[in-house]
């Protein structure tokens, strides 16, 4: 039965495992050297007409070790979203890509890619969307994360330069992208709630 289920799930997986799978694609398509240079965020480039690297920077993988890594943050939103992936979703999805561009824009970073930042704002969607755990377990989520993000950026904007996974993908952890996301899902978190309250009272 479990066999079965198992290969059920190869054949025809959800909606939310669909756009998950779609998103690691591209990323990995991101992870080649010479679309890597394409896609990057580069602030001469960006000043010099090529914007759309403030939105294409995410998709971009420093190699296929980044890559891998930020793979982790995809597993961990094919276990906490719904199956069900609905148009709020991709509103919060685009919401997070938007507002984390637009900082790119104004952020500390010459050069920038990788998925990380993100996965941060789009992991707290994911709490606060995920029917799987109970909302005690789904908040103290959301506050380490939130702890571990805060206690990154006081060290500076690169401050995982030393870290184990910076020698694995071979560059410096862009901390202050991560807070960005959180912010950015934060932000999603809280229209969306107020949404929902303004609703139920009518």
């Not at 010479?34 to 920077?57: I, K, P």
Request: aromatic share 12%; with cysteine; charged share 10%.
């Amino acid at each position: 039965m479990a066999a079965m289920s198992w290969h059920r799930w190869l054949q025809t997986p959800s909606p939310t495992i669909r756009v998950l799978l779609t998103i690691s694609a591209l990323c990995l398509l991101g992870s080649l050297a010479g679309v890597t240079n394409w896609l990057d965020y580069q602030r001469v480039a960006v000043a010099d007409g090529e914007v759309w690297r403030l939105v294409t920077a995410w998709m971009a993988q420093l190699n296929p070790a980044h890559w891998l890594v930020n793979q982790g943050g995809l597993v961990l939103l094919a276990l906490l979203l719904p199956g069900d992936w609905q148009r709020q979703d991709t509103r919060a999805f685009a919401w997070v890509w938007l507002l984390s561009s637009l900082w790119l824009a104004f952020g500390p970073y010459d050069q920038y890619a990788g998925l990380s930042g993100l996965l941060y704002g789009w992991l707290l969607w994911a709490l606060w969307r995920s029917p799987h755990y109970s909302s005690l377990i789904r908040l103290a989520v959301a506050v380490i994360l939130a702890i571990k993000v805060i206690s990154e950026n006081l060290s500076g904007p690169n401050s995982g330069g030393a870290s184990g996974v910076s020698g694995f993908i071979r560059g410096d952890i862009a901390v202050q992208s991560h807070l960005a996301g959180l912010i950015a899902g934060a932000l999603a978190v809280l229209v969306a709630w107020g949404w929902r309250r303004a609703r139920n009272r009518h």
